[in-house]
């Protein structure tokens, strides 16, 4: 009897020591899961049922010269809302009318989407929509669509700079650490429950990791409203003649930099100024009387003869007066100032194909001029048997092998402005730090002479009658601000499958004290006294009214 109950309590004791290494392991594994890893885990349960939205832009901002911002300018109001709540028809209905939605738009959205959805506000919200949070969003890129070319866009998604500014300087923009957020919190039945803001104060976006151009925020806006004035496509480039400084620079068609992939034209994303080239025409008719001036083949009092055309070999060029059956006798400068092609041709057969591109490359045709934006393209000059032969006569008037960009163009019309000194054009200002102080500034290259002041001088006495006498007579006046010189071009060429004329005006003023360069190219502008030299005279005339 001791004996069985002795071995009861035995086993007894033994379930209870079972029972307490249990009960301890399990309050052991409480303890762990409660307050060793009880915040882990806490947080692991928060993200399974949280999504957040980056509420700020994290990148760097771009500014102008004088610190006004070109990116980051602009707010707007957004609806975050919940896709399992968007399903509900009630829910949809008021999401349509605020955002200005149809069926098809907003079935498109709920397809495509996470589990919270951005949507832009278009009406007001006469009511608060459970599961609905209203906030205010930086847009990255202005309203205006200013410069949008050269800032660029990013791809969203990576937060990576794609194309202009935001892919040179993508590693500076780049602000990963810096953005707020709307936390979205679901249940355990993927209900949503009430949004909470984080905001991030203004300040700590700021200026940190921001880019200055030398871009003029006033100017800029005068050139992108000219294009829209004249209905225009192409490019136009302001210069500050005595520094470099790209005072303006856009292309047409405009890009939204919001919604790039809308765009059926892929060309449409270039930036004429800089990634496309064209035949200078006219405009090259600069090099080859440099050129000839360098080369002692032309005495200013001699006359040449203009029938209507010139022959070249067994090639027949017509002048634009061939319907006037020529221009007649005439001198270097009124051939000049009238773009008479004959003469020119009669240059280019003295020179040779060599001798002209020699002072093409001197003026920087063939080389890009690197203002340190991607992409820019060196054009094309001709070689070898290009320079020979009746392609002579091409290349005395700008066209055959010849492409050249706007900003080339810009940077021969410096030379010839700036009396044969080549200045460092440019389009970085700096990086800058919170406060607006510049902590690096872009590199420049020294000036230097590459043309002899001589040759400059008479080069623009011609180019002031061009716009007086000339093929700009009309269209360029600026009489009242000082005047101007410059050179049209009208250049034929293949586009879009079909052969078109270019219009160009590249010129400077005031014509005696030049302080700023401005070159308009306008694609299938016909004649370039028309088409591109009002577009000159407007923003010259913007410019001074603006007290610039």
């Not at 589990?115 to 990255?140: A, Q």
């Not at 209905?231 to 856009?250: E, P, Y």
């Not at 005031?510 to 004649?527: A, Q």
Request: aromatic share 8%; with cysteine.
């Amino acid at each position: 009897m001791d004996n069985d109950r002795e071995l009861r309590n035995k086993k007894l004791l033994k379930c209870s020591y079972i029972t307490i290494i249990i009960f301890t392991c399990l309050i052991g594994a409480l303890f762990y899961r409660q307050v060793i890893k009880g915040k882990y885990y806490r947080e692991e349960a928060i993200k399974q049922r949280t999504t957040s939205i980056r509420v700020y832009p994290p990148r760097g901002t771009i500014l102008d010269r004088n610190s006004i911002p070109l990116t980051n300018r602009d707010r707007e109001e957004v609806l975050f809302v919940s896709k399992n709540i968007l399903n509900k028809n009630e829910v949809k209905n008021n999401i349509k009318e605020i955002c200005n939605l149809n069926n098809k738009e907003i079935n498109d959205i709920i397809n495509h989407s996470d589990r919270v959805i951005e949507l832009p506000i278009v009406k007001d919200i006469k009511k608060e929509i459970d599961g609905v949070l209203k906030s205010e969003k930086t847009l990255r890129y202005s309203k205006e669509k200013l410069l949008s070319h050269v800032i660029g866009y990013v791809k969203e998604s990576e937060n990576i700079g794609v194309s202009g500014v935001e892919k040179v300087y993508d590693n500076i923009l780049k602000m990963d650490d810096k953005y707020g957020t709307i936390n979205f919190q679901f249940d355990g039945k993927n209900r949503p429950l009430k949004g909470v803001a984080t905001p991030v104060l203004k300040e700590e976006i700021g200026y940190t990791n921001s880019i200055m151009l030398t871009i003029d925020y006033h100017i800029q806006k005068i050139v992108e409203k000219a294009f829209d004035k004249y209905k225009s496509n192409g490019a136009v480039i302001v210069t500050d003649t005595k520094s470099g400084d790209i005072l303006a620079m856009a292309s047409r068609p405009n890009i939204d930099p919001e919604n790039i992939n809308k765009k059926s034209d892929k060309m449409d994303n270039y930036n004429k100024a800089i990634h496309v080239g064209y035949p200078p025409a006219s405009l090259f008719k600069t090099v080859v009387l440099l050129s000839a001036l360098e080369n002692n083949k032309i005495s200013l009092d001699e006359s040449f003869y203009c029938k209507g055309y010139e022959e070249i070999g067994n090639v027949k060029i017509n002048c634009h007066s061939i319907n006037d059956r020529g221009h007649g006798k005439l001198k270097i400068n009124e051939a000049f100032y009238d773009s008479c092609n004959s003469v020119f041709i009669q240059l280019g057969k003295r020179l040779g194909g060599k001798n002209i591109i020699k002072t093409a490359k001197k003026l920087g045709f063939g080389s890009n001029v690197d203002i340190e934006l991607a992409g820019e393209i060196k054009g094309s000059l001709p070689q070898g048997d290009e320079l020979l032969g009746p392609s002579v006569g091409n290349i005395s008037i700008g066209q055959g092998k010849i492409l050249v960009t706007p900003l080339q163009i810009t940077n021969m019309m410096m030379i010839i402005a700036n009396d044969g000194i080549k200045k460092d054009i440019s389009i970085f200002k700096g990086f800058v730090t919170n406060n607006g102080s510049i902590v690096k500034k872009g590199r420049r290259e020294e000036s230097k002479k590459v043309v002899s002041k001589l040759y400059t001088d008479i080069i623009k006495d011609y180019m002031k009658e061009v716009v007086t006498k000339g093929t700009a007579k009309g269209y360029v006046t600026l009489e009242g601000i000082g005047g101007a010189a410059g050179k049209t071009g009208t250049a034929q060429a293949m586009f879009n499958g079909k052969e078109v004329k270019h219009g160009w005006f590249s010129g400077f003023y005031p014509k005696d004290n030049p302080k700023y360069v401005i070159t308009v190219l306008v694609e299938e502008g016909n004649s370039g006294g028309r088409s591109a030299g009002p577009i000159f005279d407007h923003i010259a005339e913007e410019i001074y009214t603006i007290g610039k």
